[in-house]
């Protein structure tokens, strides 16, 4: 089954109205109401929706969210079956104090398609090649860019790295130094600094450090439909945060995930600017109307790889050319579009 091309402007419109109702606050250094304004939006439009959708990454669990958390039901129950992964306000920093980049932000994918992931720290690592073996989050700093480098046939310092500020990213910040790497340091944001990996108007190569794990399974939706690659490992620190995760089906705690484990199948993932940042424009006001951009990125499995399989068998290819060929039918996607919006 896929999922039906009629949510991708529904989904745009659940982002689209979050991102006003944490406009109204953007600036007024209130980074709780911001978030709680972009929350309630959205609960209220995704309850709209003829899905039956479950919240798989969300604002917390049950006992410390009481609005979209991991594991609420939202939709009006009719419809399919869909995983929900949300970050109402991406950068309530950015959007307390009036920067640049805050987003609301949505995923979903059919159910048990997505990974339920717990509220803790993951590592990762995403970059513009999607070659196996060329950056890896077991590999050093010094290593990753290296093999960039010989992959790119660059210098490390025509490489640029983002990557968040963070003093416990100052061993790697060191190394990139050291290397000579050119350096984009994001203050929050991971989301979109993940992304910036996916066009080369961005600039940037390679995107690594430690974030929010939710962040890295929204990030992977839409790098997922890109020839990128990523990898995040999730870090439980405290014995809560192991229990949790046992709670939740993990059990080897310092597995490696790559993208094909975060996200499977069909998926759509919107972005609503709110303050305008490297990936889309945050909303403007016009006679009391707010026009909104959102970035829409829509992975869509084509349906016949069954029937391209055996067409390319038909046409003389041997098996392993026609898995090949059917693989790139597979992977084609309905990439980018940029959604403007009247709310
Ligand atoms: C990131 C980033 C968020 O939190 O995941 C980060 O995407 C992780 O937490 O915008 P720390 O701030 O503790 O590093 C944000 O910066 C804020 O939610």
Redesign the pocket.
Known sequence: MAIDQKFINQFASVTSKAAVASYKLVGKKDKIAADKAAVDSMRNELNKLNVDGKIVIGEGELDEAPMLYIGEKVGTNNGPEIDIAVDPL?????AANNLPGALSVIAIAEKNNLFHAPET?MEKISTKVNEKGVVDLDYSTKENIFNLCEYLNKKPQSITACI?D?P?HKDIIDELNILGVKIKLI?????S?ALLVTDDKYGVDIFLG???G??GVLASAALDTFECSFQGRFLFHTEEDKRRANKMGITNLSKKYELDEIVKGDSIFCATGITSGDLVSGIITENNKFITETLVINFILTPNIFNSFIISLCLGLSITQAVIFSGFLFKYSDKLKIFSLTV
């Open positions: 991406e950068g309530t920093n950015f720290y968040m963070r416990r203050t929050d944001g991971d989301v600094g430690i974030g929010g939710p962040e």
